[in-house]
T-cell receptor
Framework: GENVEQHPSTLSVQEGDSAVIKCTYSDSASNYFPWYKQELGKRPQLIIDIRSNVGEKKDQRIAVTLNKTAKHFSLHITETQPEDSAVYFCAARDSGTYKYIFGTGTRLKVLA | KAGVTQTPRYLIKTRGQQVTLSCSPISGHRSVSWYQQTPGQGLQFLFEYFSETQRNKGNFPGRFSGRQFSNSRSEMNVSTLELGDSALYLC??????????????FGPGTRLLVL
């Protein structure tokens, strides 16, 4: 069945460094890939998304890249700040069923 | 627009009881999905409702059920509660499903504790 693998499960970086989180999906029919940030005790919040007809998208310090051939997409955060500390989830959505499959999450810690 | 709301926010139940959780989507959104979140398990998809019909279903036992009303509000029910059902239950709504209408917005969740 559909599966989304997310790595790493935890990531610690120094403030100001970059962080990269990678996801791999199995369903070639997936065409929409959102990334969510979940702070402790709060709901997941969409931070960036990308559709299958685009290879890269940026929003200030955040960027997402998509490689459809390899079926993987990555989240890049540059100049990390302590407030970037949270759990990040990737997801893939099937274009036919509209079903979302989420990765297992990455706990990012930005050390001041 | 008001965001996705969920009630109640917290629940304590005992094994064997049943529980009903409610989700009100963003106005105009017709798709509501439910997820179970437990530590270390990420977001497990339960089911999705669109226009009062279950459109997708995850791999949960039949004790988990849901429905959607004509105003797009959704409820999920868990019968014969087990200790392992303790989790944060999140709902998310989206416009419909087609291109440029996929974005899901999450509610604050209902935290269920089964004793």
């Amino acid at each position: 069945g559909e599966n989304v693998e997310q790595h790493p499960s935890t990531l610690s970086v120094q403030e100001g460094d970059s962080a990269v989180i990678k996801c791999t999906y199995s369903d070639s029919a997936s065409n929409y890939f959102p990334w969510y940030k979940q702070e402790l005790g709060k709901r997941p919040q969409l931070i960036i998304d990308i559709r299958s007809n685009v290879g890269e998208k940026k929003d200030q310090r955040i960027a997402v890249t998509l490689n459809k051939t390899a079926k993987h997409f990555s989240l890049h955060i540059t100049e990390t700040q302590p407030e970037d500390s949270a759990v990040y989830f990737c997801a893939a959505r099937d274009s036919g069923t509209y079903k979302y499959i989420f990765g297992t999450g990455t706990r990012l810690k930005v050390l001041a | 627009k008001a965001g996705v709301t969920q009630t109640p926010r917290y629940l304590i139940k005992t094994r064997g009881q049943q529980v009903t959780l409610s989700c009100s989507p963003i106005s105009g959104h017709r798709s509501v999905s439910w997820y179970q979140q437990t530590p270390g398990q990420g977001l497990q998809f339960l089911f999705e409702y669109f226009s009062e019909t279950q459109r997708n279903k995850g791999n949960f036992p039949g004790r988990f059920s849901g429905r959607q009303f004509s105003n797009s509000r959704s409820e999920m029910n868990v019968s014969t509660l087990e200790l392992g059902d303790s989790a944060l239950y999140l709902c998310a709504s989206s416009l419909a499903g087609g291109t440029n209408q996929e974005t899901q917005y999450f509610g604050p969740g209902t935290r269920l504790l089964v004793l």
